[in-house]
């Protein structure tokens, strides 16, 4: 299975973007689908997933209010809209997948298949 991320860029502060995940194959599902995000000299971080079970979506406590994560099951993607960007907001951001319990859904290593990341850059 091979994720396909797209939709990054630069913007300034407050501005908005959206990124977009496709999976390449529709035998993916059940899965939970979600983002990440790297900053240099930073650890790989949880930004949102949209989990199978239930339908719901987690968001960390940096992006709620401002990211939406949003899912075609039919068309196998992940979206991520992004508002209100801040220059923390800055990383290479990578769509991921992966089958896991609800503790497990914060952690990368809970997730099996990685998209090559896509750059966000936020300035002020």
């Known amino acids: 299975v091979q994720l396909q991320a797209s939709g990054g860029g630069s913007v300034q502060a407050g501005g908005s973007l959206r990124l977009s995940c496709a999976a390449s194959?529709?035998?993916?599902?059940?899965?939970?689908m979600g983002w990440f995000r790297q900053a240099p000299g930073k650890e790989r971080e949880f930004v949102a997933v949209?989990?199978?079970?239930?339908?719901?979506?987690y968001y960390a406590d940096s992006v709620k209010g401002r990211f939406t994560i949003s899912r075609d099951n039919v068309k196998n993607t992940v979206d991520l809209q992004m508002n209100s960007l801040k220059p923390d907001d800055t990383a290479v951001y990578y769509c991921?997948?992966?089958?896991?319990?609800?503790?497990?859904?914060?952690?990368?290593?809970?997730?099996?298949?990685w998209g090559q990341g896509t750059q966000v850059t936020v300035s002020s």
């Open positions: 194959e529709r035998s993916f599902n059940p899965c939970n």
């Open positions: 991921a997948a992966g089958q896991t319990v609800l503790s497990g859904i914060y952690s990368p290593q809970n997730y099996r298949h």
């Open positions: 949209w989990r199978w079970s239930g339908g719901r979506k």
